[in-house]
């Protein structure tokens, strides 16, 4: 199993086309040249890959620190369902 790291880096190199070489932890992402729509491309990458929606990726965030935050976001356990409200039908069979 490939880790969190190894996944987007992939990403940056098979859709971005980035060349391998110049990908690190330490390297800041808009330092690899990435515009706004590389960012949507690559947060459309990691839904699929990773079953995984980040509201917003940050371009000045170092790839080792934005693995990080992906990390921690996959942590998360899911919200809770919201409880569908009675018909009001339901809710006068319920006061009576």
Known sequence: ????????????????GLPEEEIGPDVVLE????????????GVA???ELD???EDIDPA???G???VRVERKREQPCPPLPVPAAAPEERAAVGT
Not at 1 to 16: C, E, K, N, Q, W
Not at 31 to 42: A, I, K
């Open 1 to 16: 199993m490939s880790t969190t790291y190894d996944r987007i880096a992939g990403i940056l190199v098979t859709d971005l």
């Open 31 to 42: 330092d690899l040249g990435l515009r706004s729509l590389d960012l949507v491309t690559l």
């Open 46 to 48: 990691l839904q699929d």
């Open 52 to 54: 995984l929606e980040l």
């Open 61 to 63: 965030e170092t790839l």
């Open 65 to 67: 620190s934005f693995c």
